[in-house]
T-cell receptor, first 116, second 109 residues
Framework: DTAVSQTPKYLVTQMGNDKSIKCEQN?????MYWYKQDSKKFLKIMFS???????INETVPNRFSPKSPDKAHLNLHINSLELGDSAVYFC???????????????FGPGTRLTVL | GQNIDQPTEMTATEGAIVQINCTYQ??????LFWYQQHAGEAPTFLSY??LDGLEEKGRFSSFLSRSKGYSYLLLKELQMKDSASYLC??????????WGAGTKLIIKP
C-alpha cells in the first residue's frame, strides 16, 4: 500500500549511458514532481506535471526528459549521463498542485544515482 | 532572489527541547511547511502554517510570523529517533515550494 513508489532505489552507471527512473503514486493525486537532492541536501524542483501536462520545467539540461503516460505515473529519462548527475532523485505528488492551491507534497523513497 | 535560511546543524540531549529556526525571503507567501528527513530516506510532512501563531501536533509545534519572515519548529521530549534533518519550505506566489537546505539535528543520550 505504498503511496509514492520509485524504482530503482539505487542506480549505478557509467558516464554517457542512458537511464530511466520510474515513479508511481496510488493516492489519486493530480500533480507529480521530480526533485534532485545533491550532496549539500538542497531539494531542487526539476519538473512538475498536472494531469499529464507539464506545468513546471526548471532550468535543467535537456538530457533530462520527463514522461507522464497517465496521472499516476511520472518517469524520468536521462540521456548521456554525466558525473554531475550523481544525486538522489525524489518523486513527489500532491492532490492538486496547480496555481492558487497550497497542498502538501508526499515523497517517494528516492533513487540514489551514482555516475562513475 | 528567494532565500530560505536555517542552521546547518544542531545538537540536543534526549528528553530535552530544541527549537529550529527558519527565516525566509520569497516572492509572495502561500504557506510554510516543515518536513523531516531521516538519512537515506524521503522527506515526510510534519506541519503547515499559513497564519501567524503556533500550531501544535503532539511533541512537535510550529510557529509562524509572516511580518518577520520567520518560523520555528519546536521539538519536545526529544527521542533518539528524532535525529534527522528538518527541512523548511515556503510556497511562493506561484505556488512553487522553495526549500531550505535543512537542519541536521543530532540527539545525544
Amino acid at each position: 500500500d505504498t503511496a509514492v513508489s520509485q524504482t530503482p532505489k539505487y542506480l549505478v552507471t557509467q558516464m554517457g549511458n542512458d537511464k530511466s527512473i520510474k515513479c508511481e503514486q496510488n493516492l489519486g493525486h493530480d500533480t507529480m514532481y521530480w526533485y534532485k537532492q545533491d550532496s549539500k541536501k538542497f531539494l531542487k524542483i526539476m519538473f512538475s506535471y498536472n494531469n499529464k501536462e507539464l506545468i513546471i520545467n526548471e532550468t535543467v539540461p535537456n538530457r533530462f526528459s520527463p514522461k507522464s503516460p497517465d496521472k499516476a505515473h511520472l518517469n524520468l529519462h536521462i540521456n548521456s549521463l554525466e558525473l554531475g548527475d550523481s544525486a538522489v532523485y525524489f518523486c513527489a505528488s500532491s492532490q492538486e498542485g496547480t496555481s492558487r492551491v497550497t497542498d502538501t507534497q508526499y515523497f517517494g523513497p528516492g533513487t540514489r544515482l551514482t555516475v562513475l | 532572489g528567494q532565500n530560505i535560511d536555517q542552521p546547518t546543524e544542531m545538537t540536543a540531549t534526549e528528553g530535552a527541547i530544541v527549537q529550529i529556526n527558519c527565516t525566509y525571503q520569497t516572492s509572495g507567501f502561500n504557506g510554510l511547511f516543515w518536513y523531516q528527513q531521516h538519512a537515506g530516506e524521503a522527506p515526510t510532512f510534519l506541519s503547515y502554517n499559513v497564519l501567524d501563531g503556533l500550531e501544535e501536533k503532539g511533541r512537535f509545534s510550529s510557529f509562524l510570523s509572516r511580518s518577520k519572515g520567520y518560523s520555528y519548529l519546536l521539538l519536545k521530549e526529544l527521542q533518539m529517533k528524532d535525529s534527522a534533518s528538518y527541512l523548511c519550505a515556503v510556497m511562493d506566489s506561484n505556488y512553487q515550494l522553495i526549500w531550505g537546505a535543512g537542519t541536521k539535528l543530532i540527539i545525544k543520550p
